[in-house]
């Protein structure tokens, strides 16, 4: 029976593989990590995701963290050198990499695909976290072939990593990541991209709408090709749907006296309404754990030093803090994140000691 | 000469209208606040924005706080019935509320409209702020008749709500806003539009990607149909060449093989990445523009205060700072955003200093 007391292999040291040694580390399971770059591995066991790998190592989970590209033909490899042990990768489209796994001969009922619903903008080692899985979706994507033993081990990792495993088919994963992740991508990239050739003092009066809209248009898109490639059919089928819907809009607005071009856009503003209800856990953010405190303060060199020693004298833990301000304000807005059973204390400790909050 | 002494009149206690009259009454601002519907003027009386309207009052500024479709004719009321105040107005369309008024034959010389850029998902007196305004853009519209005292007192509220005051024409306003907010509404909306039809299993893979996406797809539709109807033409002139993009992008899915179509969607990509890049930071500061210097700070309470202390010392002026750890991380990185010129100076000496630089 394989067992996390065994050693768990990593491939690849970028931030989803960093990330997932840094919390099976923390969770006492010897983690290896290899990489075609050697800095990348020296950095990631630097910051404590694990050791190296050596030749000696005999993992019992193989976790494949490289680009979708790479994906199917060093889960190939991994699979052919680790006879012994179950292999998955992360990558963000499943069925043609079962396809390219099958067509390439690889023992595929050792092989099954796992997809962590998490990431950062950022990439890199150095963006790793070992909370990145807290609380996510980890889909895997068992093929026919797939040993009862590889779920098994796959649903462990899972539970370790503290993300909530949801199973489909490869190609169910690859219909719903169309909907949910790459045509959101796209339509996101190309509102931004009528930014490009717009006047400065127009784009100045973006609010948080625009920023929330346009927010994952600033990925890879490199890292996009590749997803895209790799499930095109299914993103061009609901990107269709949703042109059409976007034609008749854009017809309608030419005359919204006209009252059937008026329900056009009333029923689209509607159907957002709707299609928003669907998604589940709707108003939560990544913040949804913490409590957001946001304090006032003056724009003066050291008042935020000041700040923080004196939320450091109260003895609350900040989770995150996050800082805005412009050169030309008068007052900063400091956000601090907090476990929520810390709130309602440093609100009332900071005010006493004549903190402004917001 | 009008001042702030006097009293201010906001009519419609809703959102805005409450989080104004919050605002000036904590600025020891005399306001008085009307309403067609008396209960909410007793909610936002009771909430400590104002106190009712009498026949007796005699405010110099009055700030009409209704439904754009409402607006031009209640400000050409107010107009009329206080002929010694400057009259404005917070609705997010401008050029066609200005037209109406003309049209009324409203003395538009005492008219000066202005747009807020700051809202809450949640309306109503009750989600009023004192602070909603604070470090936000306030939009001003002056038309060619707008007397200079018009600008100053509307400058003056501004400041005192600590809102930045930015001054457009009513044209330039309608375009602006067609770009940076009624296209991402619409955008945003037919995404959510999307997701009705679709299996609950597909949507339950939701990320922050799509909940980021189609977080304004929850407006209002009644509200949204109005200020759309206000602005169609720039609305349309906006969404057509985003509709065309798209065109592009649906037809070169088809065949990613061929490598103008994948350029084509490479491209699409790489102007979303370009397009963010001119959106400014919340409070006006672009992080483009500034420095990005990573610091690792171990994970123990006054270590980033000791940080800031220390950039306080070097005589280095933070423009943003981030800070993001988890509870379970042994190290947490802080973002420091500086100016260009400062960044090399900086690194050297926190280094010197002994901290580590990502």
Redesign the interface.
Known sequence: MTSFTESVRVVGAGLLGTSIG??LT?QGVEVVIASQSPKSVELAVE??AGRKAKDSDAPNLIVVCVPPQLTAQIVAKELADYPEAIVTDVASVKQSILDQLIQLGAPVERYIGSHP???RERGGA??G???LFVG??W?ITPNEKTSPQGVDLLRRLASLLESSV?E?SPA??D???A???H??????????????E??????????????????????D?QL??QI??AN?VE??H??????S???E??AA??D?DNKAN?ET??S?????????E???G?H???HSTYAQIVV?IDDQ??E??RL??E??EI?I???????????????G?VELYVLPTAEQALISDLQARGWRI?
């Open positions: 840094l919390a923390k910051y404590g619903m998490a990431g150095i963006a976290r070992a909370d996510r979706p889909v949801v489909v169910d994963h219909r719903a990541v909907l949910v992740s045509v959101p991508q796209l339509v996101s990239s190309l509102l931004a991209a009528r930014l490009v717009a006047k400065s003092q127009d784009v100045a009066l973006a609010g948080q709408g625009l920023r929330d809209t346009t927010r994952i248009a600033a990925s898109p996009w090709m895209l490639s095109s993103v061009a609901v990107l269709a749907a949703y042109l819907d976007l034609q809009v854009v607005l030419s919204l008026f856009v009333e689209a503003l509607k159907a957002g309404n709707q299609g928003i669907k998604i589940p709707k939560g953010s990544k006032m060199p050291g935020l030093a923080l020693t939320v450091g003895g833990n900040l989770e995150e803090l996050k800082l805005e301000h412009s050169p030309s304000a008068q007052i807005l917001a």
